[in-house]
């Protein structure tokens, strides 16, 4: 079967998560991904075990090509790969594209059929627009931060780099938005988004319902802040899972399978509002109630009658999973790496987006055959390659 985005040719100008991730979800529907990197490559390349990690997560099936675009060379040649894409994606340190004459307007100026879409960190409009920043730099700007850890400790980052994961599915939406209206109307456009405001998005309702009441939320730890019991915490005699039962009908339950049916009566907890002033004393009470049972046990209980309840799953967890392991999402890739595991497309399109992918490319691993396509002679490439402007290509 073939995948939706196939004959579909994508230039990736891409650093670390957010370019990269944007373009792999469209490199699973079938687009051909050109990776542009500098001879320095991209920076998750010299972070270590976490960076090829990252490298391989985010560049599987591309092809990677190395240019200097310092160089009117190697200018040139990321310019015809342009002329012949349909989709641009690029997060590089503010001002860099404009500087090459790369940047969204003037491309579409010469090639109107493109989408180009720019991630930055802040936007492009305001004060900050020249910033670099990254993921951490967002949660902390965003408000999520603040909102993220115990209330008597420091405020705490998340523990993945949501925020560059959950911009790369916005950029991508984004330009696959574009790229049908492009195939309605023959223009292509220009799609902008930012770390900071997809960080903000992903908190929509807590700064909803501060622009609503005007009140600043404080941190409670895993609790959801005005809703309780919600993402709590609960113990359990080996271990411990997650529980929201902060309906009226699913708190009366939760105190009926644990035999209190008293607590849903009691003036503490009889009410959602009284059930948050009073968080402290109604985990208590629940973790009394399952502090002999296994968490398994636990699960067995809550989830079997219609509430929700999860694992705090380790990662070797995770691993052993029935449903990870059912839904196939943990992929093997075979590449410059070797074969390594990593995390396959959260999505499914009819049965053909997970099949086994080739791994994430060498820096510069098919740089002479793109130029060949190009219609760039051995010998042309061999001295694009002795001047710098490509990377090297005598083993290739």
Excluded: W
């Amino acid at each position: 079967m073939s995948r939706p985005l196939e004959g579909v040719r994508v230039i990736d100008f891409g650093q670390f998560i957010a370019a990269p991730a944007a373009t792999q979800l469209l490199a699973d529907m079938g687009a051909e991904v050109i990776k542009v990197e500098a001879h320095s490559g991209d920076a998750a390349r010299s972070i270590g075990v976490h960076g090829e990690a990252m490298i391989n997560a985010f560049n599987r099936g591309k092809r990677s090509i190395v240019l200097d675009l310092k160089s009117a060379d190697g200018l040139a040649i990321a310019r015809r790969l342009i002329a012949a894409a349909d989709i641009v994606v690029q997060n590089m340190r503010p001002g860099v594209m404009a500087s090459f004459g790369l940047d969204g307007e003037t491309l579409l100026a010469e090639h109107p059929h493109l989408v180009y879409a720019g991630i930055s960190a802040f936007g492009t409009a305001g004060p900050s627009k020249m910033r670099s920043g990254l993921d951490i730099t967002a949660q902390a700007e965003s408000g999520l931060m603040h909102m993220t850890g115990e209330p008597d400790r420091d405020p705490q980052k998340v523990g993945a780099q949501i925020v560059d994961a959950a911009t790369a599915y916005a950029a991508a939406a984004a330009v696959l938005g574009a790229y049908v209206n492009r195939l309605r109307t023959g223009r292509g456009d220009i799609v902008e988004t930012s770390l900071l405001e997809v960080a903000m998005h992903l908190q929509a309702p807590m700064i909803g319902a501060f622009l609503a009441n005007g009140v600043e939320p404080k941190r409670v730890g895993s609790g959801q802040p005005t809703v309780a019991p919600a993402a709590d915490i609960i113990t359990t005699a080996d271990g411990a899972f997650i529980l929201s039962a902060y309906s009226q009908t699913h708190f009366a339950r939760l105190c009926t399978l644990i035999g209190r049916d008293d607590l849903a009566v009691d003036e503490r907890f009889a009410t959602n509002a009284a059930r948050v002033r009073n968080r402290p004393a109604l985990l208590d009470e629940l973790r009394a109630a399952f502090a002999e049972r296994t968490t398994s046990s636990a699960l067995e209980l809550l989830t079997g009658n219609g509430l929700v309840a999860g694992r705090i799953s380790t990662y070797t967890d995770l691993t052993r999973s029935e449903d990870v392991r059912a839904i196939g999402i943990l992929i093997d890739t075979d590449g410059a790496l070797g074969r390594v595991g990593t995390v396959g497309s959260p999505y499914t399109i009819g049965t053909d987006t997970r099949r086994p992918a080739a791994g994430a490319p060498a820096l510069g691993e098919h740089t002479a055959q793109i130029l060949a396509e190009l219609d760039y002679s051995p010998a042309e490439i061999a001295s694009l390659s002795h001047a710098g402007a490509i990377g090297p290509v005598d083993a290739q």
